[in-house]
Each structure stands twice: as C-alpha cells, then as structure tokens.
C-alpha cells in the first residue's frame, strides 16, 4: 500500500509541475503558439493526474477520461492553430497586445509601459592589444571542404 501511495504522489508532483509550469508560460508570454503551448501542457497535467488516480484506486475511469481529453485536444490544436494562422495573416504579428479591437467597448487598451533607458557605455577607453605578427593564409579548401564528416 506504502508503494502504490509513493507513486500516486510521484503522479501528482509531475501533473502539478506540468500545470504549474503550463500556468506561468500561458500567463508570462505574450506569443499565441506559446500560449497555446502553455495551455497544452497545463491539459496534460491534468491528464497525468487523472490517470495517477485511476491507477490508485484500481479502474480505469480516469484513463477513459483521458482518452477523451486526448481527443479532444487533437480537434482543439487543429481549430487553434487554423486561428492563428488566420490572424497572423490578418495582422502580421502573433503578439496578443495587437488584437485591441477584439476588446469590449468599456475595456481600455492595453498600453505597454517603455523600458528604461540604457546607460551609454563608451567603448573607446577599453585598452585594446596590438597585433602580434602577421595572419597566416589559409587555402579556402581547408576551410571550406570536409572530406570527412
């Protein structure tokens, strides 16, 4: 019993890191593929903890509801990618912040804030070392041919 509660929590820790890293990629990025990504895994996270479950418990519900996730998201991928191919034609870029007019009448735009200025750096003042002899020629079929890979 002690070993089947071991790999129940190993089920869980997995699918759990799989939603959490899925939750902070599909809040963190901005990218449609990558959100769509991100919303990938956090589905396969909770598949994998479906079917941890129904291993603990002894049927195989669980694993019958994940043969059904499993296809759904196959019909999920197909519309989501055809999607975004279509906005990506419509408006060249796959940043969600391009979108605005899909927004509610009463939102307001979003409005992304400039990132700080950058101190200059002068590179003049790096002490530079002078050269020490002359180049050696190369033929151009050493550099450019391989005979053996």
């Known amino acids: 019993m002690e070993n089947e509660i071991a790999l129940l929590h190993n089920y869980l820790v997995v699918g759990a890191a799989l939603f959490g890293i899925g939750m902070i990629g599909f809040l963190s990025r901005r990218n449609m593929i990558i959100m769509f990504l991100a919303a990938e895994m956090m589905l396969q996270g909770v598949s994998l903890s479906l079917v941890g479950w129904s291993r603990f418990h002894g049927n195989f519900h669980g694993q019958t509801l994940v043969i059904f996730i499993i296809a759904v998201a196959a019909c999920e991928a197909a519309i989501a990618l055809a999607l975004i191919v279509v906005l990506f034609r419509n408006r060249g870029k796959l940043d969600v912040t391009v979108l605005?007019?899909?927004?509610?009448?009463?939102e307001p735009a979003f409005e992304e804030e400039p990132l700080p200025e950058l101190p200059?750096?002068?590179?003049?003042n790096w002490p530079t070392l002078t050269p020490a002899g002359v180049t050696p020629e190369i033929e151009s079929e050493q550099t450019d041919y391989r005979p053996v890979i």
């Open 100 to 106: 605005q007019d899909l927004r509610e009448a009463n």
């Open 120 to 124: 200059s750096t002068e590179t003049d």
